[in-house]
């Protein structure tokens, strides 16, 4: 299983916490995390699952290295693109906080079907509240065994 990690490249104290204790439960659920590459809510969720012993994928912009705690670094051209293949890399996405970027990954995943967990993000219809990190990797793990099964 793959799970997407959305969120600001500057994030909030609050966000940071919540990025890193989502990486670190997405190592313990054996998936892979799949984000931006770069900074902010990206680094910390990537750094959470390192540390976990967990696979992170970075979809960078450019040809820049990403951050440290990345394992795969797939580079792509800029663009809105890059939006796409974050989101269409996942089976679900979990998006923290965030601002306009963040809104463009959630409708992209939302326009293809990709579930999305929300933890302190955009409140719109499609984007299912969850009350801690954790809470939102349980849910994803979950109903993507059970869509599987179907």
């Known amino acids: 299983m793959q799970i997407a990690v959305i969120g600001p490249a500057q994030a909030t104290p ?4 919540a990025a890193y204790a989502a990486g670190r439960t997405i ?3 054996r998936a892979v995390l799949v984000c931006g590459g770069l900074g902010g809510v990206m680094e910390v969720a990537c750094r959470g699952a390192h540390e976990a012993g967990g ?4 979809i960078l912009p450019g040809t820049e290295g990403g ?3 990345l ?4 580079r792509t051209g800029p663009g809105h693109a890059r939006n796409v293949l974050i989101v269409q890399s996942a089976d679900a996405v979990i998006a923290i906080g965030g601002s306009h970027g ?3 990954e959630i409708a992209i995943a939302l326009r293809t079907g990709r579930p999305v967990y929300g933890i302190n993000t955009w409140d719109i219809e499609g984007v299912i509240p969850c009350s801690s990190p954790e809470d939102a990797v349980m849910r994803a793990v979950h109903d993507a065994a059970k ?3 179907m």
């Open 147 to 149: 869509s599987r099964t």
């Open 102 to 104: 963040t809104l463009s």
């Open 14 to 17: 609050a966000e940071t916490e």
């Open 67 to 69: 951050n440290p705690y």
């Open 55 to 58: 696979t992170t994928v970075g």
């Open 27 to 29: 190592a313990g659920s």
């Open 71 to 74: 394992a795969i670094t797939i």
